[in-house]
């Protein structure tokens, strides 16, 4: 299901079927996205203890699709793609492994996820990692951006030495923004 907010930004509910044994999930068909043919050239996991909050990031080529495997996350995204028809639109929401789906996340929208409790991410990506040449950050906490992440006055996040230098929107190299 695409997201109102976003353009190109979709949910996709994942069924479990379970029996005695355990349980079995689809978590990616190509089907479920027929507005792009990607190739998946990359499968990468991410564990993060409570309170870690992981971006902004964004790339210029690089498609994210997540699936939040343990815990639960906040995930926030905020359309950086010129020309977009929701350029400059943000959005949170909530995913947690009890209710599992996955995201979409096109080139040119920022993405980053606060780990609400201890939580696994598993992504798979239409890149491979090139160093860090397509990888670029702006502010979680930039208020021109103003996700809601629902973090209280004076609470503390743990961020990256890098996620802690990303710019302002504002302050964003244009040869870094997206196409």
């Not at 991410?46 to 815990?71: A, I, K």
């Not at 961020?159 to 923004?177: F, G």
């Amino acid at each position: 299901m695409e997201l109102d907010r976003i353009q190109g930004v979709f949910t996709v509910a994942h069924r479990a079927m379970a029996d005695e044994r355990g349980k079995f999930t689809e978590i990616f068909r190509q089907e479920w996205f027929p507005q792009r043919t990607w190739e998946q050239v990359q499968c990468n996991r991410s564990e993060s203890r409570r309170g870690v909050l992981r971006g902004l990031h964004f790339h210029r080529q690089q498609v994210d699709y997540w699936q939040c495997v343990d815990g639960c996350i906040r995930v926030g995204l905020y359309d950086l793609r010129p020309g977009s028809s929701t350029g400059g639109a943000g959005t949170i929401l909530d995913m947690d492994s009890a209710r599992p789906c996955g995201i979409f996340i096109p080139a040119g929208v920022a993405h980053g996820y606060l780990a609400l409790t201890d939580a696994t991410i598993i992504y798979i990506v239409d890149r491979y990692y090139d160093g860090g040449n397509d990888e670029f950050g702006v502010a979680w906490d930039d208020p021109d951006i103003g996700l809601a992440w629902g973090v209280e006055e004076g609470s503390e996040v743990i961020l990256s030495d890098r996620d802690t230098a990303n710019p302002s929107w504002r302050d964003l190299d244009d040869a870094d923004l997206p196409a």
